[in-house]
């Protein structure tokens, strides 16, 4: 079982950053892949970024590519999700994901967290 915990997010205008943290428990973490998602009403969760186990490749939804940077440190047992140029359209409840192989799908990871709403004024 892993246990994750998101922190972070709120209220920015556009063009502002903001960063989300996501902390595990229940595994060792350097031994899964984690990812971030989000989602707004109605429509399905979307991927938006993933990191390998030891945090050496990334990948990236080409809606956040160059905007939105995905790191962890194991140490900590933490990954983060920094997000910059924010626009409005990036308002959505953000959610951090854990699971066994690198994917851009989300039925591929296993434990999510609780969500954090992610607000971008125009």
């Known amino acids: 079982q892993v246990q994750l915990v998101e922190s972070g997010g709120g209220l920015v205008q556009s063009g502002g950053s903001l960063r989300l943290s996501c902390a595990a428990s229940?595994?060792?973490?350097?031994?899964?892949?984690m990812g971030w998602f989000r989602q707004t009403p109605g429509k399905e969760r979307e991927f938006l970024a993933c990191?390998?186990?030891?945090?050496?490749?990334?990948f990236y939804a080409d809606s956040v590519k160059g905007r939105f940077s995905i790191s962890r440190d194991n140490a900590k047992n933490t990954v983060y999700l920094q997000m910059n140029s924010l626009k409005p359209e990036d308002t959505a409840v953000y959610y951090c994901?854990?699971?066994?192989?690198?994917?851009?799908?989300?039925?591929?990871?296993?434990?999510w967290g609780q969500g954090k709403q992610v607000t971008v004024s125009s």
């Open positions: 994901a854990a699971g066994k192989l690198i994917a851009t799908i989300k039925s591929l990871y296993n434990y």
């Open positions: 229940g595994r060792t973490f350097s031994s899964i892949v």
């Open positions: 990191i390998t186990r030891n945090g050496g490749t990334t």
